[in-house]
């Protein structure tokens, strides 16, 4: 039973040590800012989430710590992530090539023709 | 000429400081001699902290924490005396999302919380008053972040940052009086490692806590409200 949940922990940390080598590898090689939060917010978040719990699962005595760790990763990363790219789109960061591809200028046109109709 | 002078003087200088490094030996551990193995062996025994840097900062230098407290107080006074002006301007920036507006109000009382911990739990785990004062501070920057209307009132947090402070004299008075000396412990120390423990630290370190916090936030708020 202890050796399941011991390799199971090293398979999740191995796991999450490779997703987080893909969101290096993603800052470096993507070509604009939102494709490289994409690559160094959402890869990473489950990165360290998976390293976190994989270190819980090998030490079962850290496993409350190691879950609220990785519940308040949960929570803030995305949030933070999304706040800068919102950030950068208001200000103007250009996309890398602007197809006709742009919901969130529509999605804000129309949140933004909704409050002048309320 | 001049890049002469420069020359001559950057070299005059390079002599000296290199012979002063010369003198310090390299690569030698200086950690087990002298006054750094005194702290060693003998901290925990003689102030109960059993993180030693606490026990360092606030028993064996406690007079000088009281200093850096007070140069701290002395910052933010005059910070807020050169940005103080009647009318504050009307903060112009963009309301955050809605995401970002939940997730504050979920994250900011986790965040005091940690603070809290982290200055409560100064004398077993690393950490202590100024860290965890500034936590409390990140925590309240996330406020104003999010919530364009979010007021902390000025008032409160003076009124906590002066009592805390006087509770560290009358703490370090207190040492005088019952004890041997200024900031002297005169508290039973209690069994290692355990909260209630290490006589007066604590005590100190939740003062300096408060204190911090409500410096750092009032710092901010004076300094959001220069910003458009």
């Known amino acids: 039973m202890l050796d399941a949940l011991h390799y199971t922990g090293y398979v999740l940390t191995s796991f999450g ?27 990473t978040t489950l ?4 390293t976190i719990m994989g270190v819980g699962l090998i030490n079962p005595e850290w496993f409350l710590k190691t879950l609220i760790i990785s519940l308040f990763i949960l929570l803030s990363n995305p949030i933070s992530s999304h706040a800068l790219a919102r950030g950068s789109y208001r200000i103007g960061i250009k996309m890398w090539q602007k197809k006709d591809i742009d ?11 909704k409050e002048e109709a309320a | 000429m001049r890049k002469a002078i420069a ?45 030693l840097v606490t026990s360092i900062v606030v028993n064996y230098r406690g007079f000088d924490t009281l200093g ?13 005396a050169l ?32 603070g809290a911990y982290v200055f409560i739990h100064g004398h077993l785990t690393p950490g202590g008053g100024f860290q ?8 309240f920057l996330l406020m104003f972040m999010s919530y364009r209307t979010y007021h ?29 000396s200024f900031l002297a412990n005169i508290l039973p120390l209690g069994t290692a490692n355990t909260l209630f423990s290490a006589g007066v630290i604590p005590l100190i370190y939740v003062a300096v806590g408060f204190k911090v916090g409500a410096e750092l936030t009032a710092l901010l708020d004076t300094m959001l409200q220069t910003v458009k």
């Open chain 2, 83 to 114: 940005l103080y002006s009647k009318r504050p301007t009307e903060r112009a920036r963009q309301n955050a999302s809605v995401i970002v507006k939940t997730g504050a109000r979920i994250l900011f009382p986790l965040i005091i919380i940690l």
């Open chain 1, 17 to 43: 040590v490779l997703f987080l080598l893909l969101g290096a590898l993603g800052i470096l090689r993507m070509p604009d800012v939102y494709n490289r939060m994409q690559a160094g917010t959402k890869a």
């Open chain 2, 132 to 139: 965890g004062g500034a936590i409390i501070a990140s925590g």
């Open chain 1, 47 to 50: 990165g360290a989430v998976g």
């Open chain 2, 152 to 180: 902390v009132n000025h008032v409160i947090l003076s009124r906590v940052e002066s009592s805390a402070g006087s509770v560290f004299v009358i703490i370090g008075l207190l040492g005088l009086a019952y004890g041997s």
């Open chain 1, 103 to 113: 919901a969130y200028k529509k999605a804000v046109q129309e949140s933004e023709e």
């Open chain 2, 68 to 80: 850096e407290v007070t140069v701290l107080f002395l910052a933010a006074t005059g910070m807020g």
């Open chain 2, 7 to 51: 020359v001559l003087f950057l070299g005059f200088i390079g002599y000296y400081l290199l012979s002063t490094f010369l003198l310090v030996p390299f690569g030698v551990v200086r950690v087990l001699e002298g006054v750094g193995l005194k702290y060693l062996q003998d901290g925990l025994q003689q102030t109960g902290a059993a993180n």
